[in-house]
């Protein structure tokens, strides 16, 4: 039911949805559990949620936005203010956003090289780079170093310290470089529960784009087969033909074989220890990567050159694939991340 009315609301709203509208549906509330004032917050509450975003190809920053944010804040420590912000961000009148990747621009543990000093008043100085929807953000989660500890600190987007500056050539998801210069902030959490609160937030909304993924991969399926059935050649309809017919049966494997991959990273999220589910998640994050590749390629392929038009979701929608790919670290990274802590 609830696949069913998110599909129906993004097919008449689109892009054009309002944060507003997100929090009024519930689907903020979905990312928190009910001690948060939530409705759920487990990774199987907002699969419905993510696939209908990936099956309408709207590309809302839920992951980036919703999930995310959710995750550090959750497992962050208690703090000055922080009932009021989770009663803001439920009804959709903060909007959070992680600002993390530095370097590397990967969600990796490492100790950021931006630095916070101070106390009580809290000051932090340095970099961040790619950190997604910073523009429409009015808070930042923002990690950092005080004296060697990595720590989470809330800063005010809108304050003299911090300066957004757009990455233009992101245009599937919307990024910016947040510049940080004697910036306010408090002191959230630190050393172990800091790092607890990054693995459990990239697990989430890892969580939320294989979702989002899993449903871009069927929606191509379907429109694949539609267009084989309505398409000619010298008589009759292209999914006569047998070749077609075994690229579609391989379409539909791969398909299937991701939704098993994404219920295993959503059980191993909820109900498995962190260490043990880390494991299932890059393996689910590595298969579906390369599924999702597959599916998206050989959707293209089978519409000929109106697979390539910005007419047609499907150019669209593995371009979005391509891009949920790359987040928090592609089939390689996963790949070997998994052999790693597999210990294969």
């Known amino acids: 039911m609830l696949l069913e009315s998110a599909t129906r609301f993004l097919q008449s709203r689109g892009r054009s949805a309002q944060w507003s509208e997100l929090a009024e549906l519930g689907w903020i509330a979905a990312a928190l559990n009910e001690d948060e004032g939530g409705l759920g917050g487990r990774a199987v509450d907002v699969i419905p949620i993510c696939v209908a975003i990936g099956a309408t190809g709207t590309a809302l920053p839920y992951f980036s936005s919703v999930l995310l944010p959710a995750g550090v ?3 962050a420590s208690p703090f000055e203010g922080r009932q009021e912000l989770m009663q803001r961000f439920l009804a959709g009148e903060a909007r959070p956003a992680v600002a993390h990747t530095e370097r ?3 969600f990796t543990c490492e100790t950021p090289a931006t630095v916070a000093r101070g106390a009580p008043q809290i000051k932090l100085n340095g970099i961040k780079r790619r950190v997604w929807d910073a523009q429409e953000a009015d808070v930042l989660l923002v990690s950092a170093q005080e004296q060697g500890r990595f720590g989470w600190y809330l800063v005010p987007a809108r304050q003299q310290g911090v300066r957004i500056q757009p990455v233009h050539a992101d245009v599937e998801m919307p990024s910016g470089t947040v510049r940080l210069e004697n910036a306010n902030g408090i002191a959230i959490c630190a050393d172990a529960v800091a790092h607890r609160a990054l693995t459990r937030a990239i697990g989430f909304a890892t969580v939320g784009v ?6 871009c991969m069927g929606e191509l399926l379907r429109l694949t087969q539609e267009w084989l059935a309505t398409r000619k050649q010298f008589g009759r309809p292209l999914s006569a033909n047998q070749v077609l017919q075994h690229r579609l049966v391989d379409m539909f494997i791969a398909l299937e074989e991701s939704r098993s991959m994404l219920n295993l990273a959503a059980h191993a999220h909820d109900h498995l220890p962190p260490e043990e589910g880390q494991a299932a998640i890059h393996a ?14 050989q959707a293209v392929h089978l ?8 007419e047609t979701f499907v150019g669209r929608a593995y371009r979005r694939l391509e891009a949920l790919n790359a987040v928090f670290g592609g089939a390689d990274h996963h790949t070997w991340a998994y052999a790693m802590q597999a210990k294969i």
């Open 73 to 75: 804040l959750t497992h």
């Open 104 to 106: 590397s621009l990967g």
């Open 210 to 215: 294989l979702a989002e993924s899993i449903g």
């Open 284 to 297: 689910a994050k590595a298969h579906i990567a390369n599924s999702a590749r597959f599916v998206g390629q």
């Open 303 to 310: 519409h000929g050159a109106m697979g390539l038009t910005e």
